[in-house]
């Protein structure tokens, strides 16, 4: 061990300048990511403001118990886990097929006019495109007003439950679509070109080329990318939910990081149960996390960390 230390540390006497540079950031992720982690004990304790978050009393598992036997809560759970399913489906799959049509289509003009204009709504906010859906898909809005001018019924597109969930998985992929394309283009152009030049000689269509090179080529890309996603199925979108939901549509629109807003600031304040409930999202997302890695290495051979 001390023949290690001695080995070690003039290393890092030779890259000192390099450790320099590293250490705001690691200033940074001590003062901002790392010190706050203490509020976690909020969720094992009775908060009082007045006692803080150390004086306060212990109640051990109490407040994830009480996440189970709250309905509103199970209720949250459930929709969080519905809309990330959707999303997963309906979500994932798309920006693949979008980099495979970049990929295919000819004329590099083109190609980028159509990649400015998918990539360009990821760069709104959900403040922003909230209300843009909400002026036109209204009972009042733009749709609807052709709609009856054509003689037909009106929709109500955020006030129904049935179609408000479409509705998000929709409205998700048009917004981050393009930009998500991106990381599966530069890995499609990290593919050896000769690989199709060999397709091409043995008569293998376009289709064929992107079955037996291009997809097989970036399966890593994928597999990565859904492992991140799996990882992060008790995050059902905040951002977008929170500015296009309404009391019509709460029944499968309140996910739980909603709830937790509303449990947090609109009622009676009870960051113990609150703190709890997020802590408690957290760790069911590292073990789906882990779950994942180790599924899909099983399946496809390919895997995030070993």
């Not at 789906?288 to 995030?304: F, H």
Request: with cysteine; proline share 5%.
């Amino acid at each position: 061990m001390m023949t290690k230390k001695k080995r070690i540390l003039p290393e890092i006497w030779r890259a000192r300048y390099i450790y320099l540079m590293l250490l705001p950031l690691l200033l940074w992720l001590a003062v901002f990511c790392y010190g706050p982690m203490y509020g976690v004990l909020l969720a094992f304790k009775k908060y009082n403001a007045r006692m803080g978050i150390l004086g306060s009393p212990w109640v051990g598992l109490a407040n994830f118990r009480r996440i189970f036997i709250t309905p509103a809560a199970m209720a949250a759970i459930k929709n969080t886990l519905i809309i990330s399913m959707g999303r997963l489906v309906t979500g994932f799959p798309a920006p693949i097929l979008l980099a495979l049509l970049f990929t295919e289509m000819p004329g590099v003009r083109m190609k980028k006019v159509y990649q400015t204009v998918f990539t360009f709504p990821h760069f709104l906010s959900w403040v922003v495109v909230g209300n843009i859906i909400i002026n036109f898909m209204s009972d009042g809005g733009a749709i609807n007003a052709m709609l009856r001018g054509a003689g037909l019924e009106k929709v109500n597109f955020l006030t129904s439950p049935a179609i408000f969930r479409p509705l998000l998985y929709l409205t998700g992929i048009w917004k981050e679509v393009g930009w998500s394309s991106i990381i599966y283009m530069a890995a499609i152009a990290g593919i050896d070109t000769t690989l199709y030049d060999a397709a091409r000689v043995d008569g293998a269509t376009r289709l064929r080329q992107i079955w037996h090179v291009t997809l097989p080529g970036i399966k890593t890309t994928i597999v990565i990318m859904l492992i991140l996603q799996i990882g992060g199925i008790m995050n059902a979108g905040f951002d977008q939910i929170f500015n296009m939901q309404n009391p019509m549509v709460k029944s499968v629109s309140q996910i739980l990081d909603t709830y937790v807003y509303d449990i947090t600031f609109l009622s009676a304040p009870d960051y113990g149960f609150s703190t709890a409930v997020g802590l408690f999202k957290a760790v069911i997302n590292f073990i789906l996390l882990i779950l994942a890695n180790k599924v899909v290495y099983k399946l496809s051979g390919e895997r995030m960390f070993g």
